[in-house]
């Protein structure tokens, strides 16, 4: 081999690019290093609204689906009734009148008024 003579001034170069080398490539490696965890975050971010987007679509279908079905459904059963046999007779005004009382408080109730369900009177605990 090739005597290399080891002056103390070669020897201090050396350190010194072997530690300037070492510093440029660990500074480089943290860049990379750090790049990638903001990448992550983004990819995370991007695939989480990627899922919402995606559960909202499948929710609007579905609710859009059962519109569909629900107006369908209603159609056909004004239908049968419109076709069946007197349903072009008038209904009795008296008859008329109790139905529409009935609707009346049952509105009632659902809107918080009195409640038909409780006893009234004596029986009724405040």
């Known amino acids: 081999m090739f005597p290399i003579p080891l002056s103390p001034r ?25 790049a990638a965890e903001k990448a992550k975050a983004a990819v995370e971010a991007a695939q989480s609204q990627a899922r919402v987007s995606d559960v909202t679509a499948k929710a609007l279908d579905t609710h859009t689906t059962q519109t569909i079905v629900i107006k369908e459904r209603e159609s056909r059963a ?7 046999p007197g349903a072009d007779t008038p209904i009795d005004p008296d008859l008329l009148r109790i139905w529409r009382d009935g609707l009346s408080d049952i509105e009632t109730g659902a809107r918080g008024g009195d ?9 009724q605990t405040p």
């Open 115 to 123: 409640n038909p369900a409780k006893p009234s009177g004596a029986l």
């Open 78 to 84: 004004v239908e049968t009734v419109q076709r069946a």
């Open 10 to 34: 070669l020897i201090l170069t050396g350190i010194a690019a072997t530690a300037l080398l070492a510093t440029v490539g660990g500074l480089y490696w943290k860049g990379r290093h750090d």
